[in-house]
């Protein structure tokens, strides 16, 4: 019996698979249920005791190289069949894919959420193509107010009853809101805004703002005042001042325009802020009685304030571009240099 393993594993040793065919036959043959291996098994219990260890070690040593070589081959044949798996190197370097990089807008944008989150203010957001009421009415604007101007608004249709344009602010989303909320309100509405103007370095016909809205009981000009000095500080550094300067919107009383100190050239003067020392960067002003009511909030119990900016504006100071055409022409070459924070 021992010769015979040993002839076995001699033969084993000695194997060459050419074919998937042979090293299937070779398989059988040695392996299989009824293979050679399987019988010497079988026959074991034949094998005089004191011979037992001997013969059981060397069946088992047949056993793995016959398992060895039929794994060897297994491989073998299988890397002939696709060549590229052999040459396929894991190790190279990939190809480099070029990452994008966020929108200065969006930068911005995302900064001013960021500001006023922390001091509990929520996002809203709602339609770019509104009706008169949310746009216009509601806002307290007169019919003939000039805003409503085909000058100013791209009007989309006119059901003959009421017109539906594209949104000219996202106070509109305001209105929607204090429409459906119980006071008190903290929300900001981000989004872009359309007006017809004349496309050039300073205007454009689509722009970006964030407004923002509070109403509680006992909101006052102070409250708006302080909300607008933390904004600045946190935007354009603690050092900063800020100015309100009387104005007029149809859906504030009062209202007012905010500057803050030219950071280009700490108020001296420059060609930056026009030699004033301060930079013009939203309105506001506490929410209209009228505006209120329209919206079914109480004006006798509740009052608030609204700021409005441009995101384009705030950007153009941050990172001094003065082309607003800029920010929608996609050139990777100016996209590319902002890194975003948020
Ligand atoms: N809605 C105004 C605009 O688009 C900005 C604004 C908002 C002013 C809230 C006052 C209060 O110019």
Request: proline fraction near 4%.
């Amino acid at each position: 019996m021992q010769e015979k393993i040993k002839e076995l594993l001699s033969e084993v040793e000695g194997f060459k698979a050419e074919s998937k065919e042979q090293l299937e036959e070779f398989r059988i043959n040695l392996l299989g249920s009824k293979g050679k291996i399987k019988g010497l098994f079988a026959d074991f219990k034949n094998v005089p005791n004191e011979q037992k260890k001997e013969v059981g070690q060397l069946i088992n040593t047949l056993k793995l190289k016959a398992q060895d070589k039929l794994d060897e081959f297994k491989s073998k044949l299988a890397g002939g069949e696709s060549s590229t798996a052999n040459d396929l190197d894991l190790t190279r370097t990939g190809t480099p894919i070029k990452l994008g990089s966020r929108h200065p807008i969006s930068i911005v944008r995302n900064e001013i959420i960021d500001i006023f989150s922390r001091i509990g203010f929520t996002v809203s957001e709602g339609p770019e193509v509104e009706d008169d009421w949310h746009n216009f009415s509601a806002l307290n604007f007169p019919p003939e107010h000039p805003a409503r101007d085909m000058q100013d608004t791209f009007f989309v249709e006119s059901d003959g009853e009421e017109d539906i344009a594209l949104r000219t602010h996202t106070s509109s989303v305001q209105v929607r809101i204090m429409e459906n909320t119980e006071p008190p309100i903290r929300t900001l509405s981000p989004g872009r805004v359309y007006r017809n103007e004349a496309i050039s370095a300073r205007a454009h016909c689509f722009f970006h703002q964030v407004e923002g809205l509070y109403i509680a009981e006992k909101v006052s000009f102070a409250d708006l005042k302080q909300t607008l000095m933390y904004f600045a500080k946190e935007m354009f550094g603690e050092e900063t001042k800020i100015r309100l300067r009387p104005s007029y919107f149809p859906f504030t009383e009062p209202s007012a325009e905010m500057d803050v100190s030219c950071s280009v050239c700490n108020s001296k003067g420059c060609n930056v802020c026009k030699y004033t020392g301060y930079l013009e960067i939203m309105g506001c002003g506490m929410v209209d009685p009228n505006v209120l009511e329209n919206c079914g909030i109480d004006s006798k119990k509740y009052t608030g304030f609204a700021f409005g900016m441009g995101v384009e504006r705030i950007a153009m100071l941050k990172y001094k571009v003065n082309d607003l055409r800029l920010y929608s022409e996609g050139d990777i070459r100016f996209l590319e240099q902002f890194k975003a924070a948020f």
